[in-house]
C-alpha cells in the first residue's frame, strides 16, 4: 500500500510541477486566485522545474541502486534550470546580475551528471524504469 501511495504522490509532483512549468497563469489561478504578474511567472516555472525534479527523485525504481532516482532527479532539476534561465536570459528583462552565471553552474553540473550516468551506463540499463 505504501508503494501506491508513494507513486501516486510521485505523480501529483509532477503533474502539478508541469502545470506551473506549461501554465503558470492557470495553475497560480487555481491555487491562489490570483495569475502571476511580472517576475511571478518565471518564479512560478522555477518551482514547476522544482516539483518535477522531486516527483523523479522519488520515483521508486526496480533496481536502484545507490542514489540513482536522486541523481536523475538533480539532472532533470538542472537540464530544466538551465533551459528556463537561459530563456529568460535572452527573451526577457528579468536578468540580474547572477542570471547567467546560474546558466552556466546549471550547465556544467547537468553536464557531470549526464557524463556520471553515461560512464555508468545507468540511462541504458534494462532494470531502470519505474516498478508501477
Do not use: K
Request: proline fraction near 7%; charged fraction near 10%; hydrophobic fraction near 60%.
Amino acid at each position: 500500500m505504501l508503494g501506491f501511495v508513494v507513486a501516486v504522490a510521485v505523480w501529483l509532483e509532477i503533474l502539478a510541477g508541469a502545470s506551473f512549468l506549461i501554465a503558470p497563469g492557470i495553475a497560480c489561478r487555481l491555487l491562489f486566485a490570483y495569475p502571476p504578474d511580472g517576475v511571478g511567472i518565471p518564479l512560478a516555472r522555477f518551482a514547476g522545474v522544482a516539483l518535477i525534479a522531486l516527483g523523479i527523485a522519488c520515483l521508486p525504481w526496480a533496481d536502484p541502486g545507490p542514489h540513482r532516482s536522486a541523481a536523475l532527479g538533480l539532472l532533470v532539476f538542472n537540464v530544466e534550470v538551465t533551459a528556463l534561465f537561459s530563456f529568460l536570459a535572452f527573451a526577457t528583462t528579468f536578468r540580474g546580475v547572477l542570471l547567467w552565471p546560474a546558466v552556466v553552474l546549471h550547465a556544467i553540473l547537468a553536464v557531470a551528471l549526464l557524463q556520471q550516468f553515461r560512464t555508468r551506463n545507468s540511462l541504458h540499463h534494462s532494470s531502470m524504469r519505474p516498478i508501477f
